[in-house]
């Protein structure tokens, strides 16, 4: 088996609009959640999240892509600019042939789903744009990426609501480790701020009106973000005898699935993944510093996350740091793990612990050090990053410092 | 049909029961009624009745709205079509 690093990262989220952004955002605990601006949002209850501010997509991109990309497409591109850029790799031949993209996304072009149905329903239009399905569809930002930059390996998109990007940077990890690709372009991303979207959200309950306090006894719900995270996984010695910066090394990963409830999170589905995450890097859970936490500031989310995590690891549940930046960026839904792995990066490399901010009332229910409000240095050698999606659905990444 | 008899037709419905089985001393969970049961009440009632009931699935017992029992419920149905005129 090969051994899998991280050689480029790129991002845009509610934080900043690029990786050095976010980790400086992340590092003083700065909240990216605001008031929503988008149409009607007068209409919704839920009216906060963590928006991208100051986008000129027009700017960036002509008028023939335009059309195709829509927003979801744009984030990732932006970031897949920015994580090939930093790698130095360029896809030709041999390396071109082998290398794919895998992305994680749980809705795709939800405002072009949205602006259309407005169009057809509520205006009465009876003719959309060619491109709409082209626009929309769940693999058009792995397919953009993979014009983009001549990747001519294998490549699709996973969709498994909020573990999406995680699922699918665990099958770009297992592709680069097999042998099957010398790198791999991962992540995900998602763009459900528009009215249809959060409205979509707000029918469940779940959401909260004012902030995302993750593991604070006066929680009251997740809050949305958009954005994407794209990083460049390669394998090791290839990215050795280039010379190539190594950001941190992927050595495992696990997914479960509850097979329980469509909502409701398991203890044992979460708890499975993260020991099958330790024991696929072998690793053992006594040299675990750091877990980036799913974390939504839920009621159900948090406090089984924690006794998760108090199961796997036993008395060391107590001498590890878990924090939710979630609190910060808002979740991204399918592109939330690709995100917060930036965290586990700044955790590795940097030795700073990223917060979990909003944090105001300790529950007894989440007992663990949710390093509240303020970053922390701290000498991290083993990261895991969780993520457990609606449908049960769950996988855990663990990550090492080189 | 009264607002109680409506209410409580609803409530039965979502936990599979005749609407004689429904007291106004019922619990939520004396019917068998779980979390997501309950938005789904609560979006019915929110449907027949045209109100928006506060109500937040992370703090179900800290919102203005009593869902102690099926009176409570009632009760609580009752002033908000008030409230609306």
């Known amino acids: ?172 990890f297992q592709m680069v480790r097999s042998g099957m690709s010398p790198a791999m372009i991962t992540g995900g991303s998602e763009s ?42 390669e394998e090791y010695e290839h990215a050795r005898a280039r010379g190539a910066e190594i950001l941190c090394e992927i050595v495992g990963y696990a997914m479960s699935s509850d097979a329980a409830d469509i909502v409701m999170p398991s203890k044992q589905g979460a708890a499975r993944a993260i020991s099958g995450a330790l024991k696929d890097a072998g690793v053992n859970a006594s040299e675990v510093g750091y877990i980036n936490a799913h974390g939504t500031g ?58 979990t901010i909003g944090y105001e009332e300790p529950d007894p229910e989440c007992a663990l050090d949710v390093v509240p409000n303020e970053a922390r240095e701290a000498k991290v050698s083993v990261a895991l990053s969780n993520a457990f999606a609606f449908g049960g659905l769950n996988a855990v990444l663990a990550l090492k410092r080189v | 049909m009264s607002t109680q008899d409506k209410v409580i037709a609803i409530i039965a419905e979502q936990a599979v029961l005749d609407p004689s089985d429904v007291t106004l001393d019922s619990t939520l969970d004396d019917l068998g009624i779980d979390s997501l049961g309950l938005v789904e009440c609560i979006f019915a009632i929110e449907e027949e009745f045209d109100i928006t009931i506060p109500f937040n699935a992370n703090e179900p017992n800290e919102s203005d709205f009593d869902i102690s029992n099926v009176r409570a419920i009632v009760d609580g149905i009752n002033t908000l079509i008030a409230d609306k005129g």
């Not at chain 1, 976010?22 to 003083?28: F, G, I, K, N, S």
């Open chain 1, 1 to 172: 088996m090969k051994r899998v690093v991280i050689t480029g990262a790129g991002t845009i989220n509610a934080l900043g609009h690029s990786t050095a952004a976010t980790l400086e955002a992340m590092r003083e605990g700065r909240c990216g959640i605001g008031p929503l601006e988008f149409r009607d949002v007068d209409r919704l209850a839920i009216k906060i999240g963590g928006q991208v501010r100051d986008f000129e997509a027009e700017g960036r991109f002509n008028r023939q892509q335009m059309a195709l990309y829509d927003r979801f497409t744009q984030f990732t591109l932006f970031a897949a600019e920015e994580a090939i850029r930093q790698s130095g790799l360029e896809f030709i031949g041999e390396l071109a042939a082998k290398s794919g993209v895998v992305l994680g996304t749980a809705g795709g072009g939800v405002s072009t789903w949205d602006d259309n149905y407005r169009s057809v329903y509520e205006d009465g239009k009876n003719r959309v744009h060619p491109f709409v399905v082209p626009k929309l569809m769940n693999n058009a930002a792995a397919s953009h990426v993979s014009m983009e930059y001549n990747l001519k390996g294998p490549s699709y998109t996973v969709s498994t609501a909020c573990a999406s990007s995680n699922h699918a940077m665990a099958q770009a």
């Open chain 1, 298 to 355: 839920t009621a159900a989310n948090d406090k089984t996350e924690c006794a998760a995590v108090a199961d796997v690891f036993g008395p060391h549940a107590d001498s590890l740091m878990m924090s939710s930046t979630k609190s910060m960026h808002g979740h991204l839904i399918g592109g939330t793990g690709a995100v917060e792995l930036l965290a586990c990066i700044m955790a590795l490399r940097d030795g700073v612990i990223a917060p």
């Open chain 1, 192 to 233: 459900m701020l528009c009215f249809g979207g959060v409205k979509a959200w707000e029918g469940l309950r779940v959401m909260s009106k004012d902030a995302c306090r993750p593991f604070s006894a006066n929680r009251n719900g997740m809050v949305q973000g958009e954005g994407a995270g794209i990083f460049v996984f």
